[in-house]
């Protein structure tokens, strides 16, 4: 199971292995500091959108002090997913990230933006101001 399909499954998104692309995909690499464009209509594996914002919210309740809009982080440690910079460092390349990994601060910022976009191509519905 690829790591991003870890994320779907706290969630409670239905996936498919095949709706996430691999690296080697020259439409997943966009340039540093960018969202991935989606390879295509990704459809859902489940037909009703899952609510991220109302799961996330209510895990947030029960940890107060981690910010699941703002950081990878906080949003894989709400998800009960270890947060630690080599799995960090896995999602990125999963998800395409060309940037360097040493700068984990920048890695951190894109793979948040990269994780939700990815979520919402998934079937969750993630609140737009969190897409740009």
């Known amino acids: 199971m690829s790591f991003f399909n870890k994320i779907l ?5 239905k996936h498919a292995e095949a709706s996430t692309p691999t690296p080697s995909d020259p439409t997943v690499a966009p340039p540093s500091g960018t969202v991935p464009p989606a390879p295509g ?16 919210e209510a895990l947030s309740a029960q ?3 981690l910010n699941w809009r703002t950081s990878i982080v906080d949003l894989l440690k709400l998800l009960n997913i270890d947060s630690s910079l080599a799995n960090r460092k896995e999602l990125a390349q999963e998800l395409g990230y060309t940037g ?11 793979l948040h933006k990269a994780v939700l976009a990815k979520i919402s191509q998934n079937g969750g519905e993630v609140p737009a101001e969190l897409l740009h």
């Open 63 to 65: 940890h107060p002090g």
């Open 100 to 110: 360097s990994t040493e700068d984990s601060a920048a890695m951190n910022i894109w």
């Open 41 to 56: 209509t990704v459809t859902p594996a489940t037909g009703a959108p899952v609510d991220v914002t109302a799961k996330l």
């Open 9 to 13: 499954d706290a969630l409670g998104i």
